[in-house]
């Protein structure tokens, strides 16, 4: 199960940190990724982290704003949003891999398991 939480209100140009924990199980063997949807249009991958954490992928709106980390022995992925802009408002989830260790898949099909989102309204 993955529980997230950080999301919230904040003014273009502001910052959020978005928490996802997971329990019943260790996540530390997957790739973990961060996706948002915004009202009316589909799913989509904003980023995503390799089993070890090395390895960090990026959707292109996002490069240079966001930074996802994971910390295994918490059994927590962040994402730290920065310069937001009005057009990151969504609803944020997390995602987690069984099938992939060491490389990043964008798709929403590829994902298994599902937290239950977070929002984040950015104004202008």
């Known amino acids: 199960q993955l529980q997230a939480s950080g999301g919230g209100l904040v003014q273009a140009g502001g910052s959020l940190r978005l928490s996802c924990a997971a329990a019943?199980?260790?996540?530390?063997?997957?790739?973990m990724g961060w996706f948002r949807q915004a009202p009316g249009k589909e799913r989509e991958f904003v980023a995503g982290v390799t089993r070890g954490g090395v390895s960090l992928y990026y959707t292109d709106s996002v490069k240079g704003r966001f930074t996802i980390s994971r910390d295994n022995a918490k059994n927590t992925v962040y994402l730290q949003m920065n310069r937001l802009k009005p057009e990151d408002t969504a609803v944020y989830y997390c995602?987690?891999?069984?099938?992939?260790?060491?490389?990043?898949?964008?798709?929403?099909?590829?994902?298994?398991?599902w937290g239950q989102g977070t929002l984040v309204t950015v104004s202008s």
């Open positions: 995602a987690l891999d069984l099938q992939s260790a060491y490389f990043v898949r964008r798709g929403v099909d590829d994902y298994a398991h």
């Open positions: 019943g199980r260790t996540f530390s063997h997957d790739v």
